[in-house]
């Protein structure tokens, strides 16, 4: 007994210690005294393993590898956030939420930094941290338990009493920039690539297969709301639950504020981009939240984003730098794009070493050479471009950039035609660089959706020489997979049934997947409805290509010159002999009914499922009509995330409103599936 009560009184002090470090920032004992307590719990659990307990603070030193991730399916959906990139943005945001809360009164902001980090999710059962989650697509992520259970700031036992039987947390894990700094530091010494920025760091330690390598990089976490919560109560305000899960023993940001109006809202944003730099971990804006809960159940939710939160991005950042030199990559479709080699600098809080420069067009209208000191441009996670040369810098001895005569993947020739902007590859199948992408396109979601095929297991099947075409996926076998890096036999296993199952497919699908250049989900759509099999759709000339919904001259050609290339044809008939297939069905060009003729929609905001390109041919295809403004003949409104002054205008004429998923509901009831 004298044992046990030792072993409990270690882990209280422990954790207490834990408490007072990283929630308090106020350390009790040096760290002498709490590697000293630390030492002696370790010792008697290892003569003692029966006393062992999963809240243990010994327990964070990883576990054996992982073959690989099982999903999670959140109780509360993760939402993504509206984005304000100016004062107005913010006001008019304030002003939505007054309006629908119907002018409640005297309202309060919490305000917050916006962390650069990983979004997760902590359930706690009976108070003991049970599961971690990724955020995913906002309705499933992965199950990353073992990783985050190796972070010291994640309390395993909850402080204190009042906490719900069930409750999940929702919170930002980090690598500060001296965790970043320090890290990078010894990965060098050693020989090892370094990262990126402070978040890729973070991702990358959180998917490691091996939790022990997870426990050897400097992660942190900032909890900022409370999700799912089962038989317990919680504060009514969003200030008052953070004091409970600081209470509890979370660490919540120190920089958190409550402001009452949009100027204390402006103030916060221009103090806290003021000591950006000082904060130690990287933030790309605020977030604002309205602090009453009660208020934030009214307002709800627009498509994947609440009504009742905002996040006000930092302006975008330049610098200067110096072109290193030119490369071409080849892109999915053949496209040779020029990408500038930068003498690395740290714009925005990440080192850029890179920025695009889109086509041959764009680099002649700036006239950029190798040599010239040029200003980058990054807008949060956006690549970073040049936005203009300083000709008055440049070198006697800067070099024009010329446009390579073959391939620089394969050796195919190059081609540029007079009309477009962009050259290409005319290698198609074969090269290499085409295979990759054109394999990661045909397996994506609104492809084939091959489950579990993901980007770097198809550049190591390419490298391997597994796969030189899309057709070559329909004849991997188990032991194919089974011995690649990372894999084995159940993951193996996994993913042959997973390619199985994609046989059962749809023409759309399977069009969308072949990689046409400029036939997307909404043409592919219009294609298979309207032409009905494979066979018509690769015999149509252009004149019959024409008279398909949403089909121009350019769509044609590309969709001509596609099926005119044999090999394009032999890799489709491999396809179907391999046993992909759909439902043929007859051709629908010639009804006239259409389910949502004499209907007009108007779309405003961003849509996230689909782009409005898409959703607006949808629409077309069943019928509707799709205006750019919105009036009192307008049928409905389809609002998606940071929707402006069409869905203000919409609910004054009270004009029917609904969200991106109300929308894709609305399309699979007529047999359309985004």
């Known amino acids: 007994m004298e044992l046990v009560e030792e072993v409990r009184s270690l882990r209280e002090s422990l954790i207490e210690h ?21 030492k002696r719990l370790t010792e008697i659990e290892s003569e003692h393993p029966e006393l062992v307990t999963p809240d243990s603070p010994t ?128 990965a060098l010494e050693r020989g090892d690539k370094p990262f990126e920025n402070p978040r890729n760091a973070a991702a990358g330690s959180l998917r490691q297969l091996d939790s022990r390598i997870t426990a050897s990089r400097p992660l942190d976490i900032y909890c900022y709301a409370v999700g799912h919560v089962d038989q317990g109560s919680l504060a009514e305000t ?60 009214r307002l709800g939710q627009v498509s994947r984003a609440p009504r009742w939160a905002i996040a006000y991005k930092f302006p975008a950042q330049e610098e200067m730098t110096t072109v290193n030199d030119v490369e071409f990559q080849v892109g999915r479709t053949g496209s ?62 800067a070099r024009r950039i010329t446009l390579p005569d073959v391939c620089p993947v394969c050796g195919s020739e190059v081609l540029r035609p007079e009309d477009e902007a962009v050259a290409r590859c005319t290698g198609g199948l074969f090269c290499q660089a085409q295979t990759k992408a054109s394999v990661k396109h045909f397996a994506s ?13 198809v550049e190591q099947m390419v490298d391997l020489g597994l796969i030189q075409t899309i057709a070559d996926l329909y004849d991997l076998k188990v032991e194919d997979i089974a011995s690649m890096d990372r894999m084995g036999g159940k993951s193996a296993a996994n993913l042959i049934e997973a390619i199985e199952t994609s046989k059962e497919t749809t023409l759309q699908r399977f069009l969308y997947g072949l990689g046409i250049r400029e036939v997307g989900e909404a043409t592919a759509l219009n294609l298979a409805r309207e032409l009905g099999t494979i066979g018509r ?89 799709v205006s750019g403004s919105v009036s009192k003949s307008t049928s409905t409104v389809v609002a998606g995330e940071n929707a402006g002054s069409k869905l203000v205008k919409a609910e004054a004429l009270g004009v029917p409103i609904i969200d991106e998923e109300s929308l894709i509901a609305l399309l699979k009831e007529y047999g359309v599936t985004p």
């Open 18 to 38: 834990n408490y007072q470090y990283y929630v308090m920032d106020d350390p009790t004992v040096p760290d002498a005294e709490y590697d000293r307590l630390f």
């Open 59 to 186: 327990q964070r030193v990883g576990d054996v590898p992982l073959e690989g991730f099982s999903q999670v399916a959140h109780h509360q959906p993760m939402l993504s956030l509206g984005n304000a990139f100016n004062d107005q943005d913010l006001e008019d945001f304030v002003r939505r939420v007054l309006d629908r809360l119907s002018n409640p009164g005297p309202i309060g902001f919490a305000c917050e930094p916006k962390l650069d980090g990983i979004a997760v999710s902590l359930l706690y059962e009976r108070g003991i941290f049970s599961r971690a989650a990724t955020r995913g697509d906002g309705q499933t992520g992965e199950d990353i338990t073992a990783n985050v259970r190796t972070i010291s700031s994640v309390p395993l036992r909850l402080r204190g009493s009042g906490h719900p039987l069930v409750m999940e947390v929702r919170g930002e894990i980090i690598m500060t920039r001296s965790g970043f700094d320090k890290y990078n530091a010894a």
């Open 238 to 297: 969003q200030q008052g639950r953070l004091q409970q899960l600081r209470e509890w023993g979370f660490r919540v940001n120190p920089e958190i504020r409550f402001a009452g109006n949009p100027t204390e809202m402006i103030a916060y944003h221009a103090d806290i981009l003021q000591r950006r730099n000082d904060l130690g971990y990287e933030i790309d804006g605020v977030v604002y939240k309205v602090d009453s809960l009660e208020m934030q159940s």
């Open 336 to 397: 040779i794009t020029p990408v500038a080699r930068l003498e690395p600098v740290h714009v925005g809080g990440v080192t850029v070493s890179n920025a695009t420069l889109h086509n041959m067009d764009e680099v002649e209208r700036m006239d950029v050479r190798v040599g010239d000191t040029v200003v980058i441009h990054r807008a949060g996670d956006v690549i970073p471009k040049i936005v203009r040369v300083l000709a008055d810098r440049r070198p006697p001895d």
């Open 445 to 457: 979601r609104g492809a084939m959706d091959i489950d579990g095929l993901g980007d770097k297991l």
């Open 537 to 625: 759709i690769q015999s149509a000339d252009e004149d019959q290509l024409q008279t398909v919904t949403e089909v121009g001259p350019i769509v044609t050609r590309h969709i001509v010159a596609f099926f005119s290339q044999q090999h394009n044809r032999d890799v489709i008939e491999r396809l179907v002999n391999a046993g992909v297939n759909w439902p043929v069905t007859e051709p629908s060009a010639e009804i006239t009914e259409q389910p949502l003729q004499g209907r007009t929609f108007v779309l405003t905001g961003t849509l996230s499922t689909m782009g409005r390109n898409d959703a607006k041919a949808f629409l077309q295809t069943l019928g509707a009509t």
